[in-house]
């Protein structure tokens, strides 16, 4: 409801100042070219703008009083509303989205009946606001004439001053039927509001507020007690699961941790009788092969045995004198043989000679 009042704050009427002054200098200029006079004078600039500010608020004018007329007939409070109820007030103003004057004062209107005003104060706010709407109007009317009985005096062409003339008839016929349009509205407001929203006094106010907020305080407390009881069924269902849960699990971790044990008994005892197996094997191995060790040191004995018999047998051969001399023998043939196989190695020349026979 706020961002429809700020987006409809900004008109109510067409016939603010801003637009008349524009629609009325491009209406103005309009007018100047089929009025020209034969040399301009401030007198001729006045008299064409006088001229079509009047005929920018005719129209505008115009155009208002067809929009009022139409929200009028809208019927924006119907009379199956049981305005005495402030919270159906409160809806219809949420309701209530156009921006006409007539829409306009019965939100302001509702919308204090629905805040806890009471019935001679939503009166008097609604008397205020059609007297100041009145007053505009009459106001608006009254100025546009003023302007033009001046712009009557400023020596214009004749034309102009005859369409002034007409103008200053349609502006009193305008501004008169918006008049009487803004009273059927301000009595549309007393039939469809005020005499139905009650007669209350601040103090009756007061107490219906104070009653509306009881009732809304004991629904709060009812809400909120059903949520604390949602919640605790809520919260005790979770434990009755969680715990549900909790055992299950454990029970499946207690099978697993049983399955675990009996496959790891079973594993190590398969693995104890392999090792077992492999021990008896390895040690029957292993005598085996002592008893080749055992075997082949006799027979290291037996050759060191042997061994150092050829030695002492060969020691005793060396020092005998016989196998001395037959060494010396030896050498000395060795001597002999090596010098006649070199004399045998060295070259030779064979010499021819030839002789007479005797």
Not at 127 to 134: E, F, I, S
Not at 199 to 205: E, K, L, S, V
Not at 234 to 252: N, Y
Request: aromatic letters at 4%.
């Amino acid at each position: 409801m706020e961002q429809r009042k700020a987006k409809c704050s900004r008109y109510g009427m067409f016939t603010g100042i801003l637009y008349i002054g524009i629609l009325g200098l491009v209406l103005g200029a309009a007018l100047a070219v089929p009025f020209k006079p034969e040399t301009w004078t401030c007198s001729d600039v006045a008299s064409v703008l006088a001229t079509g500010i009047a005929l920018a608020y005719v129209l505008l004018g115009a155009a208002d009083w067809l929009v009022q007329r139409l929200a009028l007939a809208q019927n924006p409070l119907p009379a199956d509303l049981d305005l005495t109820d402030r919270a159906i007030a409160r809806e219809r103003v949420a309701a209530l989205t156009g921006c006409s004057l007539l829409q306009r004062h019965a939100r302001r209107l509702l919308g204090a009946w629905g805040a806890g005003a009471s019935g001679p104060q939503v009166a008097v706010m609604a008397a205020n606001q059609t007297g100041r709407l009145l007053a505009i109007l009459v106001g608006e009317a009254g100025a546009i004439l003023v302007l033009l009985f001046a712009a009557a005096g400023f020596a214009a062409p004749g034309a102009l001053l005859t369409l002034g003339t007409g103008l200053m008839a349609l502006v009193a016929l305008v501004g008169l039927a918006r008049f009487q349009l803004a009273s059927q509205c301000a009595g549309y407001i007393e039939s469809h509001l005020l005499a139905r929203i009650g007669n209350d006094t601040p103090a009756a106010a007061a107490a219906d507020f104070a009653q509306a907020a009881g009732k809304a305080a004991s629904e709060s407390l009812a809400a909120l007690a059903a949520a604390q009881a949602k919640f605790v069924e809520q919260l005790s269902k979770s434990q009755d699961q969680a715990a549900a849960q909790i055992a299950k699990a454990q029970a499946e971790a207690s099978a697993q941790i049983a399955k675990s044990q009996a496959d790891m008994t079973a594993k190590l005892t398969a693995a104890l009788d392999q090792s077992s197996a492999k021990i008896g094997t390895a040690q029957a191995e292993v005598a085996t092969q002592l008893g080749r060790v055992t075997a082949l040191a006799s027979s290291i004995d037996n050759v060191l045995k042997l061994q150092q018999a050829v030695d002492g047998t060969l020691k005793g051969v060396a020092v005998t004198d016989e196998f001395k001399s037959t060494l010396s023998e030896l050498k000395r043939h060795l001597a002999e043989s090596d010098e006649l196989l070199r004399n045998a190695a060295k070259p030779r020349t064979i010499r021819l000679v030839e002789k007479d026979n005797e």
